[in-house]
């Protein structure tokens, strides 16, 4: 499709402030932003401002995250979080050399999987330097099991008889993104959906230090220096923020508010910087990556918790 660059300009903009619409979910946005790439419908003005949003969208959703609910959660699960945690990450990356997988493509799914999907994806990426078509693939993979998750786990938690508690430790550690966990948590019982988020909320903090964690073992190879993702640690300021300024509460929901739509935005220009060359290249074995991966988290964390290992 060949239109005049002003006409392009008008469609960026109107799809932009579409964005900002409650209906328009992250996966419709990066949909429709590779629906304008498969078109030919370009614009490096808009799209070179990627970075910038998606890094600031994580910093604004800071403001909306309860760090005291995610202290008194940590108390009890964090052994069962750092260990899911390591392991998921390390058999990503194990998987992924197997399969010949790109490295940072097997970065971004193992930290998804890990921790709380496209929040983790979009974190991650400008830390290892991700190319759009290495996030966008992620995401895409990410945003398919999410959707799985949140339909067969209720499911699979009355076949066999989990208990509220269980169901709603399981489901944080093995679905992708908090919303599907809040979902799937809501579907099984008040129970679940308590300790389901509050587990989920914890995971999410495991940004910052998995964050630092790249940065360090993701040298600049020509410099020899550590590229410190310095978002994050605004990140950690608006956790503190929200936590130390609670009668700033309405001010930190709308700010908390942006970053979710920022995200949107963010993921709408990822999804226009993709081609159809790009996704040959990142290939199925990514996608067969993100399902093993997926799979090996869920039955054994799900066979971990049955059998009571870590006494829940």
């Not at 990142?282 to 870590?310: D, E, H, P, R």
Request: hydrophobic fraction near 55%.
């Amino acid at each position: 499709m060949n239109l005049n660059p002003k006409t392009t300009r008008i469609i960026y903009s109107i799809t932009i402030v579409l964005c900002f619409m409650p209906f328009v979910s992250p996966a419709m946005a990066l949909i429709a932003g590779l629906a304008l790439s498969f078109a030919g419908l370009k614009n490096t003005g808009f799209s070179k401002f990627t970075p910038l949003v998606l890094q600031a969208a994580i910093v604004l959703m800071g403001f909306g995250m309860n760090l005291s609910q995610a202290i008194q959660a940590s108390k009890s699960g964090f052994f069962l979080t750092a260990s899911s945690v390591t392991f998921t990450l390390t058999m990503g990356l194990l998987i992924g050399k197997l399969l010949g997988v790109e490295k940072k493509i097997s970065w971004l799914i193992a930290s998804g999987t890990a921790i709380c999907g496209g929040s983790a994806i979009a974190a991650i990426a400008p830390v290892i330097r991700a190319k759009d078509y290495q996030i966008s693939f992620s995401l895409i993979v990410v945003f398919i099991l999410n959707a799985v998750a949140l339909l067969i786990f209720p499911f699979i938690g009355h076949h066999f008889n989990l208990g509220q508690e269980v169901f709603g430790m399981w489901s944080a550690i093995a679905i992708h993104d908090t919303s599907s966990v809040v979902g799937a948590g809501a579907t099984y019982g008040p129970q679940a959906l308590e300790i389901a988020t509050t587990v989920k909320l914890t995971r999410a903090l495991w940004i910052i230090p998995l964050s630092l964690l790249i940065a360090t073992v993701n040298k600049d190879d020509q410099k020899g220096k550590v590229k410190i993702p310095w978002f994050i640690a605004l990140f950690v300021l608006a956790l503190a923020a929200a936590h130390f300024l609670p009668h700033w509460e309405p001010t930190f929901d709308h700010l908390n508010w942006l970053g979710k739509r920022g995200m949107v935005i963010a993921l709408l220009l990822i999804g226009t910087n993709m081609s159809l060359k790009e996704m040959k290249q990142a290939g199925l074995k990514s996608l067969l990556l993100g399902i093993v991966l997926w799979l090996l988290t869920g039955t054994l964390s799900l066979s971990l918790l049955m059998n009571q290992v870590f006494g829940i």
